[in-house]
Structure formats: structure tokens, C-alpha cells
Nanobody, 129 residues
Framework: QVQLVESGGGLVQAGGSLRLSCVASGRTFSEAAMGWFRQAPGKEREFIAGIDRSGGTFYADSVKGRFTISRDNGKKTVSLQMNDLNIDDTAVYYC???????????????????????WGQGTQVTVSS
């Protein structure tokens, strides 16, 4: 059973930055795509960024140009660098790992929660004005 552990959340002022990390256990990290989702109070969980096995990246419009997703297969880690944060970014952030996939993925695939077989416990990000 793959485990994902997120870290790096916290309280930050608007305009600030945070870097989230997600470390995976198991031996299939490099064979999967990874994604970051978030869930704000009273809202559904939404896709914000994904990275496929080739290193191709995909972003929701709401974070494009501000957030950067990256992966390190040797360390089994996916990271999310978040810059220019605003109060609308306040949410619990979750990383997810897909099932074994082809080398290249699509936005549609990475944005779908049913594509993911494992989730982390979530890390809280709070942005103050």
C-alpha cells in the first residue's frame, strides 16, 4: 500500500510563498503521474496541478503562472511551489498518485480524481490578508 505524506503547509500573508512537498513510499512512484488538489471549506476538492512521467506539467487556470509542480523520482517526492498567494488559495492541499500510466498524460486524466489510487492526509494552507 502506497503512502503519501505531505508537508510544508502553514500560515502566510497575501503575496507570500510556500512550498509543499509530498513523499511517497513504495516502488511505483516513477511509473505514476502525480497531482495536487485542494479543498476549501464548503467547496469540493479541485485539481490545481499535475505532472506526468515525462515531467510534463498541467495547471488549473486559477494557479497558472503562480504555482509550479515538480517531481524527483530518486527521492519519490513531488513538490508544489506556490508564489503570490492570495486568500482564495486558503484550503487543505492534497497530493495524489495515479495508477501506473503511460509516459505522457493529459490534463483531463490528471484533473480527474478517479485517476488517483492514493492520497495524502492533507496539509493546511492559510493565507491572511
Amino acid at each position: 500500500q502506497v503512502q503519501l505524506v505531505e508537508s510544508g503547509g502553514g500560515l502566510v500573508q497575501a503575496g507570500g510563498s510556500l512550498r509543499l512537498s509530498c513523499v511517497a513510499s513504495g516502488r511505483t512512484f516513477s511509473e505514476a503521474a502525480m497531482g495536487w488538489f485542494r479543498q476549501a471549506p464548503g467547496k469540493e476538492r479541485e485539481f490545481i496541478a499535475g505532472i506526468d512521467r515525462s515531467g510534463g506539467t498541467f495547471y488549473a487556470d486559477s494557479v497558472k503562472g503562480r504555482f509550479t509542480i515538480s517531481r524527483d523520482n530518486g527521492k519519490k517526492t513531488v513538490s508544489l511551489q506556490m508564489n503570490d498567494l492570495n486568500i482564495d488559495d486558503t484550503a487543505v492541499y492534497y497530493c495524489g498518485k495515479t495508477r501506473r500510466v503511460a509516459f505522457y498524460a493529459t490534463y483531463r486524466y490528471l484533473a480527474a480524481q478517479e485517476s488517483y489510487e492514493s492520497w495524502g492526509q492533507g496539509t493546511q494552507v492559510t493565507v491572511s490578508s
